[in-house]
């Protein structure tokens, strides 16, 4: 089973930044298509970017032009930087495996994320 710590998350001001890191301890990392998620209080965990193991990107529309993520695989970690950041944004984020074939379920047990808050 993967090991996932995720970090990089904070306070920050709405139209700010933040580069969310996730590591993962797992063999043969570059073969797994990975995402990040969150959950923002009191709502179900939802997707919010998708990485293939090739390098193709998936985002969904709420982050779109907003968001990046990319992978460095000799560091078997995940990114997520995010710019313009909203009130709306503010969540745990996670990252876990998934694959876009299979709904982008995740495959492995979840981390303890990283807390986003976006606030003045």
């Known amino acids: 089973q993967a090991r996932i710590v995720e970090s990089g998350g904070g306070l920050v001001q709405p139209g700010g930044s933040l580069r969310l890191s996730c590591e993962v301890s797992?063999?043969?990392?570059?073969?797994?298509?990975m995402a990040w998620y969150r959950q923002a209080p009191g709502k179900q965990r939802e997707l919010v970017a998708h990485?293939?193991?090739?390098?193709?990107?998936y985002y969904v529309d709420a982050v779109k032009g907003r968001f990046t993520v990319s992978r460095d695989n000799a560091m078997n970690t995940v990114y997520l930087q995010m710019n313009s950041l909203k009130p709306e944004d503010t969540a745990i984020y996670y990252c876990?495996?998934?694959?876009?074939?299979?709904?982008?379920?995740?495959?492995?047990?979840w981390g303890r994320g990283t807390q986003v808050t976006v606030s003045l």
């Open positions: 876990n495996a998934a694959n876009a074939a299979w709904n982008f379920v995740a495959l492995w047990p």
């Open positions: 990485i293939s193991s090739a390098g193709a990107t």
């Open positions: 797992i063999v043969n990392f570059r073969t797994y298509h």
